[in-house]
């Protein structure tokens, strides 16, 4: 639900949490996310409390995002697969439309208008990461005591990826531009998730647990998070 709170813009969401958190997503929309019985008063008073962890955080973002680009579907342009920029060579006819081949992303000549390329690069990084997502989270759920119901490699617009109470996982298809290492703390994060429905103290503590240098990965995504596109 999109509200305002003085110059501040922001999407609410209210769930039976029991804390409170605010965000700033990967899109530079603030996230409020709130308990079920948090007074309109008291969320007005977190927001304030927090006005100028928002505005630098909000700066940040958009000095990261500044030189954003968007690429283009022509020959030796690159293109982002596990951290490993490939350049893009197109071929004639090929089935499928898209395949990494002899380190280039091979592209069917007859597929390079935008709309058609970026349909066959995001059903890649879907492919893609329904095959490595799924083998991550098998390796770690083991040793996080957690279980997974289902995985699912989609649109997520804002986020990294998602989680729900009842272990269903959705991560966005961008994920699989980013190196192996920051895709684990992506996994490891929404597995803690299942065990600290928030980021409190003790979830912090069970992503380092697992992934002692989590905050090198975090600061990974933060600065090269926005060239994660197509």
């Known amino acids: 639900m999109k509200q305002k709170y003085k110059d501040i813009e922001y999407n609410l969401q209210r769930s039976n949490r029991k804390t409170a958190s605010i965000y700033i997503e990967r899109d530079g929309q603030v996230s409020v996310r709130v308990p079920n019985q948090l007074s309109d008063d008291d969320l007005a008073a977190l927001i304030e409390s927090k006005r100028r962890w928002i505005y630098k955080n909000k700066a940040e973002w958009e000095t990261l995002n500044a030189s954003r680009v968007q690429r283009e579907y022509v020959n030796g342009e690159g ?62 759920q083991s040793q996080m005591g957690v279980q997974v119901v289902s995985v699912r490699v989609m649109e997520l617009q804002h986020r990294w990826a998602s989680c729900s109470p009842q272990g269903n996982l959705c991560f966005h298809w961008k994920c699989m531009m980013a190196p192996l290492n920051v895709l684990d703390y992506i996994v490891v994060h929404e597995l803690a998730h299942l065990i600290h429905p928030n980021h409190s103290a003790a979830f912090w503590y069970e992503v380092d647990r697992i992934l002692p240098e989590y905050r090198d990965r975090v600061a990974w995504l933060r600065e090269h998070g926005a060239g994660m596109d197509l």
């Open 79 to 140: 293109f982002l697969y596990l951290g490993r920029s490939y350049r893009l060579k197109l071929v004639d006819a090929q089935t499928p439309a898209l395949q990494l081949q002899e380190g280039y992303f091979c592209l069917s000549r007859d597929r390079q208008s935008r709309p058609h390329a970026d349909a066959a690069f995001k059903a890649f990084y879907r492919k893609k990461g329904q095959a490595w997502i799924r083998e991550r989270i098998a390796y770690f």
